[in-house]
């Protein structure tokens, strides 16, 4: 398949002694923004960090263009990064380097350009997500939401071909929510990037995904467009959706019989 | 007693484990040593942090550390009429012991334990696996410089210290207490040889190396949370300090003996 | 970068080659002063005690050269030392005498040099680079002192 970038497949993966994915496959189209939702701790970061090579599952594939990520030597999975960019859901920004600095980061590490380029090509970025009149400044002295405007910016520095954004809803206010969904969308549709998002925000991702993937419990319990989704019957997929706070998926962690807890006395 | 032995191969197999991952550390940070191009700001940066910011706390140091060693010297010295021997006294006690062991403590507490916390920050923040995410080694990026730059500094600031140490124990024994000038620095010249300044440089070289990594490597493999940092902080100087005196005890045995 | 931190550096690295630098020189005795201008004169003793090379030697107190090497004779197995006098005191007498002094108690010892008379009738002349004083007297050990002084005392 030509129009798929990124191809999971029978994706095994443990935590210690827990089991995080039991077999889950996914497609991720190229060009499309593709969101993958679940409740919070379900593994959406890790599932992240697999794609990204940061991690190694227990079994399954995960091709990129192709190519089995966990499979890959160290330099081929250095070369495969260049092309993938993520946007943490800290931002990560790099404290010690004011916000120009951290957006040049990438392309003085990985180019040889004369600095009088580096410049313009900052700026433009800066121009994309509307900080550039923020680039003297550290940090520290950021917004959340400029923080994460200004690692949107340090993503796209090098117009890598596929963006993870983790949560990049999480904690913002209503307007720089707006703005990143926004940024998202016409990034995509504009750099012809693909984008995957991983979110719990159902309203945001609904509105600018292709494709919505829904994970809990180890597997992917739902999936298709998002009037697909919200026509779906599937009990899990209805809690999720409509934010019901128990229901089929527990609210709990997985836990041993509360009662033998209580009077077994040994953890 | 099944479960002791459990135990025990647990902890054994842990610490082996944390050693296997101190040495890769070691050996990326040493096969990346920083280029001229890329590397010499960042290293310039890091001796910055590591070694200007450490040197008012070494001359300070220094200076009591030779002034009260001249002062107890003189002490008892002068009983025997042997005042005399002041100058090599002090200036063999700082060569050879003080100048690299306590510049290598004041290291640990000052610049080591800012490496650990500053490391274990930049981990716990995310900014590592961004920096790996984006295709670029942190190993290469921000441990080598580190490592490098501690390497550099560390023997510079105890031949600092012990400079500064001995012109202190001139101010006091010469100025102060009225040992001859001449018999001062002829009998220390006559006493301290060119062996005893490259042994301390040795040990201090030495000592700057692990206690160094220590630190970088605490720092690395601390658990990315608050409480985590601070752990890793603590341990990095308490080990350090260990290590050091330890290593002394054994360079101390092989040079001297 | 800043010029700052810059500057800072270059001031930090100066001052440790500097530190080095100080202390190989003023510190540690490598050599340098009177290396070219000194002459080698020898003498032999009975005893030398605990003198050492780099061993100050002095005319009433005055540095005049340094010890620069100690060996054994190969015949009559007595030590042979070589003392560098600094140039400018190049007129000792052959009559000068050698004696190893030692500096309060328990201090360095030295030796004590006793320049001579210069005496052409006698056929006294002046000490020549590499010329042997003959005239020399032991170091007094201490260990040694205390055991003639107690034997003295025990023959009473
Ligand atoms: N470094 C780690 N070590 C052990 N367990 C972890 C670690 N990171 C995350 N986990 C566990 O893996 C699960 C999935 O985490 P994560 O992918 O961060 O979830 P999400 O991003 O969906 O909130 C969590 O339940 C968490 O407890
Ligand atoms: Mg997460």
New binding site residues.
């Given amino acids: 398949m030509s129009d798929t970038l990124v191809e999971i497949k029978n994706l095994t993966f443990n935590?210690?002694e827990r089991c995080?994915y039991n077999g889950i496959s996914l497609n991720i189209p190229k060009g499309k923004v593709t969101a993958i939702m679940?409740p919070?701790?379900?593994?959406?970061?890790?599932l992240l960090r697999l794609i990204g090579g940061q991690l190694k599952p227990a079994s399954g594939d995960i091709l990129f263009a192709g190519q089995n990520i966990p499979e890959l030597s160290r330099s081929a999975l250095y070369e495969i990064r260049k092309r993938i960019s993520m946007l943490f859901q800290s931002g990560a920004l790099f404290t010690d380097m004011s916000v120009f600095d951290n957006v040049a980061f990438p392309i003085r590490e990985h180019t040889k350009l004369p600095e009088n380029i580096i410049e313009k090509m900052v700026m433009m970025k800066l121009e994309v997500v509307g900080l550039r009149g923020a680039r003297h400044l550290k940090p520290s002295e950021l917004s959340g939401g400029m923080a994460r405007r200004a690692a949107l910016a340090r993503a796209i520095a090098l117009d890598p071909e596929l963006i993870l954004y983790d949560e990049p809803f999480a904690g913002q206010d209503p307007i720089s929510m707006g703005v990143i969904v926004r940024l998202i969308k016409d990034l995509n549709d504009a750099l012809g990037l693909t984008s995957v998002v991983v979110s719990h925000d159902v309203h945001e991702v609904m509105s600018i995904a292709d494709y919505i993937y829904i994970v809990a419990e180890q597997k992917i319990i739902g999936q298709g467009t998002p009037d697909e989704i919200r026509a779906q019957q599937s009990p899990l997929v209805r809690q999720f959706i409509k934010g019901e706070h128990d229901g089929p998926v527990p609210f709990h962690f997985p836990a041993k019989d509360f009662k033998d807890d209580l009077l077994g006395g040994k953890l | 007693m099944i479960k002791r032995f459990g135990q025990l191969g647990h902890t054994t197999l842990e610490l082996l484990a944390g050693l296997g991952r101190a040495l890769i550390i070691l050996l990326s940070a040493i096969t990346h040593m920083p280029n001229i191009r890329k590397g010499y700001p960042l290293f310039v940066k890091q001796v910055y942090s590591v070694g200007v910011l450490s040197l008012i706390i070494i001359i300070v140091s220094g200076l009591f550390i030779g002034m009260v060693l001249a002062l107890q010297g003189h002490g008892v010295l002068i009983d025997y009429g042997a005042e005399a021997s002041l100058g090599p006294m002090v200036a063999l006690s700082l060569l050879r012991e003080l100048g690299p062991v306590v510049t290598a403590l004041l290291f640990a507490g000052r610049a080591g334990s800012a490496l650990t916390a500053e490391i274990g920050l930049m981990k716990a923040t995310e900014q590592l696996s961004s920096m790996e995410m984006m295709a670029v080694d942190p190993l290469r990026r921000v441990i080598a410089p580190r490592f490098w730059a501690g390497l550099f500094c560390m023997p510079l600031l105890a031949a600092i210290f012990s400079m500064v140490g001995i012109f202190g124990s001139h101010l006091v024994g010469v100025v102060w207490l009225g040992v001859d000038q001449g018999t001062f620095w002829s009998v220390m010249q006559g006493d301290v040889d060119f062996a005893d300044i490259v042994n301390g440089t040795i040990k201090a070289v030495s000592f700057a190396f692990v206690v160094t990594w220590i630190a970088v490597f605490k720092g690395y493999d601390c658990v990315p949370t608050s409480e985590g940092i601070s752990r890793a902080t603590t341990s990095s100087v308490v080990q350090a300090s260990l290590v050091v005196l330890g290593l002394d005890f054994i360079l101390t045995a092989i040079m001297f003996t | 970068m800043s010029k700052k931190i810059e500057i800072w550096v270059g001031f930090f690295v100066a001052l440790g080659i500097a530190a080095f630098v100080s202390l190989a020189l003023n510190v540690a005795n490598s050599g340098i002063q009177g290396g070219d201008n000194s002459y080698q004169l020898y003498a032999k003793f009975d005893n030398i005690g605990g003198l050492k090379v780099r061993s100050p030697i002095k005319v009433g107190g005055v540095v005049v050269g340094r010890i620069s090497d100690i060996r054994l004779d190969a015949e009559d197995y007595l030590p042979i030392v070589t003392l560098d006098i600094y140039e400018e005191y190049n007129q000792f007498s052959e009559a000068t005498s050698l004696s190893i002094l030692t500096a309060g108690l328990l201090g360095e010892q030295y030796i004590g040099l006793e320049p001579g008379f210069v005496d052409e009738e006698l056929g006294i002349g002046i000490l020549q680079p590499n010329d042997y004083v003959e005239d020399t007297k032991s170091a007094i050990v201490l260990e040694e002192l205390i055991g003639q002084f107690l034997f003295s005392q025990s023959e009473d």
Wanted: hydrophobic share 20%; net charge positive; charged share 25%.
């Fill in positions: 935590r210690e995080i679940g919070s701790g379900i593994g959406k970061t890790t």
